[in-house]
């Protein structure tokens, strides 16, 4: 009986061991040695990416490089071979995500043209909310656009001249990397996006299909802080740009695997030709230890996320993220992507611009600023997916503000490049003079950032001009070259006897400058002007009457 009951017992043992192996298959992310054997080539990018994205990279004079051809197609036919299961390809880092089980690794990994392999981790995480009582107006503009509670959010970044100006965003595509969009495409207020086909493309990285409207709302929300419309109640600050959603990331139960989500759907942005990427997601730690990111990654280019964003904007593309809404928590500081070097990373004010203490901190762990700007985060009015307007809190909105921002920026000066623009930004920013960790160089402004640009880009050959002149009654003003913006000019004047009459200091912050020389206060005559720049002096003649 002993004897016919063993192989019985052992056949039970292979099935259920073959049902562990099964339940065992995880994902990895396999790094390939090169791209050899590539069908694709540098010459032909026509074949991989988009005309649009193809003219970005021109007008930006950015080469077509390996890091834009897909990978090469026999080795995920290897890889196939062994019984992998292909999730999708990651180009610019030349991988692959497959899902297999620890046998089929091994054997994977004996390929030569195999660099390396990483399983990808469980890790679990949560949205931050942080419902308040709205403290906002009704406020109607020069534009007829009535912001109604929006009008905050709007008029602190300046974004209200902006569309004063004619620019909503029109031309621009931003892509945004979110957890879902819930009902996106039914609610009121984002009506206009569907009616006017400003909806580019959408995908699903976690389901693989193309519907991103059954998922999480986080992804609507963000989304209507940019685009949203609807007169008296919510304005976003880019509503007429247009725009690709993708669903990167699961809003429950979350895998490591959202980090390699999010750097294929950056790739997919680049390629079908976005402007921008707006993310409101971050990743620090995981469940499993020996994956958790440790403050020492969040240097731009440890971590998958910050290596695909600053690829990104290597191929034009300005990049924004959220700071993250770990600082009041135990981690404090900022997530990735936002430590990306080429990443504006946002933080979050309140209402009177003040910093929120939810709002991660920096400094990168390299010593960079972080983050880079900031906008309004706390009690944010947006939609929901039952197509009311409410309002919630985090770093998830300040970004896509700054975002919308950024687009009605980069449609007014479209000969700029990506770092141009990010430059502008940070320039025209509150605390520029002062950055510091928790609100970078401050909140960006339409105003200051059109100023600069026009003063570093397009009067940089401008003649020195001291004017009125003659004067009478009025304050002394002077243009400038735009080298010397951010910097200080000492004002000496003398009257025809050579005697030292005026001093003044002015920071040079625009095209036009006003010091605070009053010529009422002297005799009629002509008198001597000096400017001491940094690298030299100018003179000037200028006439009291």
């Avoid at 900031?374 to 009311?388: E, H, I, R, W, Y």
């Avoid at 990010?422 to 950032?449: E, M």
């Avoid at 951010?486 to 000496?492: D, K």
Wanted: hydrophobic residues 35%.
């Amino acid at each position: 009986m002993a004897g016919t009951n063993k192989p019985r017992f052992l056949f039970l043992l292979l099935i259920l061991s073959s049902n562990v192996l099964c339940a065992q298959n995880k994902k990895y992310v396999v790094y390939f040695t090169d791209k050899n054997t590539n069908p694709y080539t540098i010459s032909n990018p026509s074949a991989y990416l988009s005309a649009k994205a193809i003219q970005r990279r021109q007008n930006q004079h950015i080469s077509i490089t390996s890091g834009d051809l897909p990978v090469t197609p026999a080795y995920l036919d290897s890889l196939t071979t062994k019984g992998a299961q292909i999730i999708y390809a990651l180009k610019w880092m030349n991988a692959v995500v497959v899902s297999a089980d620890s046998l089929e690794m091994v054997s994977i990994n004996l390929l030569p043209f195999v660099k390396k392999s990483k399983s990808v981790a469980r890790k679990m995480t949560t949205h931050e909310y942080c419902e308040d009582k709205a403290i906002e107006t009704n406020q109607t503009t020069q534009t007829n656009i009535s912001y109604g509670i929006s009008y905050n959010q709007i008029y602190m970044q300046e974004a209200d001249q902006m569309h004063s100006d004619g620019f909503h965003g029109e031309g621009i595509t931003i892509a945004l990397l979110d957890a879902g969009f819930k009902n996106a495409s039914t609610v009121t207020f984002l009506n206009h996006l569907y009616t006017n086909n400003k909806i580019i493309a959408t995908y699903d990285f976690v389901d693989n299909e193309t519907d991103v409207y059954d998922d999480d709302q986080h992804g609507l929300e963000v989304l209507s802080t940019i685009a949203g419309f609807q007169q008296g109640a919510l304005i976003g600050t880019a509503y007429n740009a247009s725009f690709i959603l993708l669903r990167t990331e699961n809003a429950f139960t979350e895998t490591e695997l959202e980090e390699t989500n999010w750097a294929r759907g950056a790739e997919y942005a680049d390629s079908i030709g976005t402007d921008i990427i707006s993310t409101s997601l971050g990743y620090t730690t995981f469940d499993s230890n020996s994956t958790s990111h440790t403050y020492q990654d969040m240097d731009g280019n440890t971590t998958i996320a910050a290596i695909a964003a600053d690829f990104a904007a290597s191929k034009g593309i300005l990049v924004l993220a959220s700071a993250g809404n770990e600082g009041a928590n135990s981690w404090h500081k900022i997530s990735t992507p936002a430590d990306g070097d080429s990443v504006l990373a946002i933080g979050a004010v309140d209402y009177n611009m003040t910093y929120v203490d939810f709002s991660s901190v920096g400094p990168s762990a390299d010593g960079r600023i972080k983050p880079d700007l900031a906008a309004k985060g706390s009690v944010v009015a947006l939609g929901s997916p039952s197509g009311s307007i409410t309002y919630a809190s985090g770093t998830s909105f300040s970004c896509p503000l700054t975002a919308g921002l950024a687009a009605g920026v980069w449609q007014a000066f479209p000969t700029l490049s990506n770092m141009e623009i990010a430059d502008a930004l940070k320039k025209s920013a509150t605390q520029f003079s002062n950055p510091d960790n928790y609100l970078g160089y401050g909140i960006p402004r339409y105003n200051k950032a059109k100023e600069y640009i026009n003063f570093k880009y397009f009067n940089a050959g401008i003649d020195f001009i001291v004017y009125p002149n003659p004067i009478r009654d009025e304050y002394l003003s002077f243009t400038s070259d735009g080298k010397y913006y951010n910097q200080s000019v000492e004002i000496r004047m003398f009257d025809m006897l050579g005697r030292w009459v005026a001093t003044d200091k002015v920071l040079i912050n625009n095209v036009r400058n006003e010091t605070s020389i009053n010529f009422s206060i002297f005799p009629e005559g002509m008198y001597q002007l000096q400017f001491h720049f940094p690298d030299r002096t100018v003179n000037k003649k200028i006439v009291r009457y």
